[in-house]
C-alpha cells in the first residue's frame, strides 16, 4: 500500500469506495434507511471533484486500485474519511490520518461517524458533542470531535 495526492481521475472511484464503505463498514451502526440517506448512490462527481481539489486530499492505493481515501480543509476540518471494507484493519487510516494531521496548523475538527468515533479516540480526539445530522429527511447520530495539530 503506497498514498498518493489525490487526481480527478480517481473521482468515480472514490464516490464507488464510498458508497461501498458506507453500506458495508457502518451497517453495524446505522439502519438501511439511514446509510441510504448517507450514500444514496447519487453522487455528483463535479461537485466532489471540486471539493477533492479544494481540500488536501490524499488516496491509499493497493497496486492500481484505489483502497482508502480522506480530505482535509485548510481550515483543519477533516471532511472524509474512508477505507474499502476489504482493507480494514491493515493500517490504511492510521497512515491516510497520519499524512493528513501533518498538513493542518493548530485544531483539527471534524464530524465522526458512530463507526470511526472509536478509531478517532485512539488517536487523541475528543467529543466536543454528540448530534443529529440530517440528510434527505432522514436523522444521523454523529460526533463533533476535535484535536490539537501541530
Known amino acids: ?45 463535479e461537485v466532489w471533484n471540486r471539493s477533492l481539489q479544494a481540500h488536501d486530499s490524499i ?32 493500517g490504511i487510516a492510521t497512515a491516510i490520518c497520519d499524512w493528513l494531521e501533518q498538513t493542518a496548523t493548530g485544531r483539527i475538527t471534524t464530524h465522526a461517524s458512530i463507526t470511526a468515533r472509536p478509531f478517532l479516540e485512539k488517536r487523541g480526539y475528543r467529543v466536543v458533542r454528540e448530534q443529529q445530522v440530517e440528510r434527505h429527511g432522514i436523522l444521523l447520530t454523529n460526533f463533533v470531535m476535535e484535536k490539537e495539530g501541530k
Open 1 to 45: 500500500m503506497y498514498l498518493r495526492e489525490y487526481r480527478p481521475e480517481d473521482c468515480r472511484e472514490i464516490i464507488e469506495l464510498f458508497y461501498q464503505t458506507v453500506h458495508t463498514v457502518n451497517a453495524a451502526d446505522y439502519t438501511e434507511e439511514q446509510l441510504d440517506a448517507w450514500a444514496d448512490g447519487k453522487a455528483d462527481p
Open 59 to 90: 488516496v491509499a492505493m493497493e497496486g492500481d486500485r484505489i483502497v482508502g481515501f480522506g480530505d482535509i480543509d485548510r481550515t483543519g476540518y477533516l471532511d472524509r474519511l474512508y477505507v474499502h471494507a476489504e482493507y480494514q484493519g491493515k
